[in-house]
Structures are given as C-alpha cells and as structure tokens.
C-alpha cells in the first residue's frame, strides 16, 4: 500500500530532550515535507527537500533540523524542544517533477506536547 | 497582504444546501491550484486541483479567475460527511518551494 508513515504518532516530552519524529514514504517520491499545524495559524511549513541531499528552510525552520540520506526516509529533529513547539506534525510527499507538480500525500500526523 | 487568504468560517449550512468558498491569492504568477480537504485530527488530503477552465468533479466545482487572483469551491447538495476544512493550495512558478497553504475554511453541515 502506497503511503507515508510518520513516528511516534503521539509523544509527550519535556524541555530540552532530543527527539526525532521519522517519516518514510514508499512510493519513491522525490519531493518531501514537514508541516506544523497549529490552531488559528494553518499549515506552516518547517522544511522540505527536493531530492536526496537537497533540503531547503520552509517558514518556521527555527529549532528544527532534518537529513534526507535516503529518498524515503525524512526525519525531522528537535535538538532542544521547547513548550512552544508543541503541535501537530505532517510529514509529506510528492512525485515532483520541475514544472509538473502534483498530489501531495500526507502521513497521518504526530501530535508533539513538550512540557 | 497575506500570500494566500481564506475566510476561517465556520460555515453552518443544512443538508442540501450549496455552499461557495473563495480563496485568494496574492502572487500573480502562481502556477497550479488545489483544494485539500481535511477531517479532525485527521491528515489533508486532495479535493481536487483547479484547472484554468474550471472543472466538476459530481457535486464539487472549482474555478480560477486569473484576473481577479483567487480560487473556489462549490459545493452543491451538501451532505453531513461534508464537514471538514477546506484547504486552498497555491504553487508558484518556482514550484514547490513556493508552495502555499491557506489556513482553510471550516464547514459543519447539519441535519
């Protein structure tokens, strides 16, 4: 089954322990994203990667890192997490093509509380 | 002026109603168009892409108007599974890295 799978799914944590949330996707996506969702503010994107080796700031990239080693694999890291990144995390891909874009396929989201 | 704007609602519509949500956008040389549904808690997923003459898909209809930079969404003979958010996606010409969500429009249809 085609999909995107992120985890923990759910994760309480407290300030300033290193987490990591992992995102696979099996349909060998170039295009690969972290979005945060936070009420009254939508999606926010944190990074996203076009291709092995290429990952680019997204709008809040501030206390997060990622690594994308693998075309699958796009985990994203919170090195010191703080109470204002608790939220509701998505990963997500995309079979992008310069100039063709397309569907974007989302995890089923990890809700992140650092206390 | 936000990139990409829409009006939060919530929409409260009865069964069988037709319901319009817009979506506008401020960068003129924004390329592709979407709208994304989403369920509580649940993760987005596509509603339809928005194509320059306009496109049906059974009781959902979307449209463009270039001129006037903004999307929409019709929805005819609403039904209770309708209710969700409404997410309009906007890409430009750089593609995905100009990648925009809106913050989505909220529908609750009642019996």
């Known amino acids: 089954e085609a999909q995107v799978t992120q985890n923990p799914r759910y994760l309480i944590t407290v300030t300033g322990k290193k987490l990591t949330v992992t995102c696979s996707q099996n349909?060998?996506?170039?295009?690969m994203s972290w979005y945060r969702q936070d009420p009254g503010l939508g999606l926010r994107q944190i990074y996203y990667s076009m291709n092995v080796e290429v990952t680019d700031k997204g709008d809040v990239p501030e206390g997060y890192k990622v690594s994308r080693k693998e075309k699958r694999n796009f985990p994203l890291i919170l090195e010191s997490p703080s109470p204002n990144q608790t939220s509701l995390y998505f990963c997500a891909s995309s079979p992008y093509r310069q100039g063709n874009t397309g569907e974007l396929f989302f995890g089923e989201g990890s809700r992140l509380t650092v206390l | 002026r936000k990139e990409v704007e829409q009006d939060p609602g919530p929409f409260n519509v009865p069964e069988g109603a037709t319901v319009a949500f817009n979506c506008t956008y401020s960068?003129?040389?924004?390329?592709?168009f979407f709208w994304y549904r989403q369920d509580c808690r649940k993760e987005p997923k596509l509603l339809m892409s928005v194509y320059s003459s306009g496109n049906e898909d059974g009781r959902f209809t979307a449209q463009l108007n270039r001129a006037s930079q903004y999307i929409s969404l019709l929805i005819r003979d609403s039904k209770l599974s309708d209710s969700a958010t409404y997410l309009c996606v906007v890409i430009g010409a750089s593609g995905y890295s100009t990648l925009t969500f809106g913050k989505g429009t909220m529908l609750l249809v009642s019996p």
């Open positions: 960068n003129s040389a924004s390329q592709s």
């Open positions: 349909m060998n996506h170039e295009y």
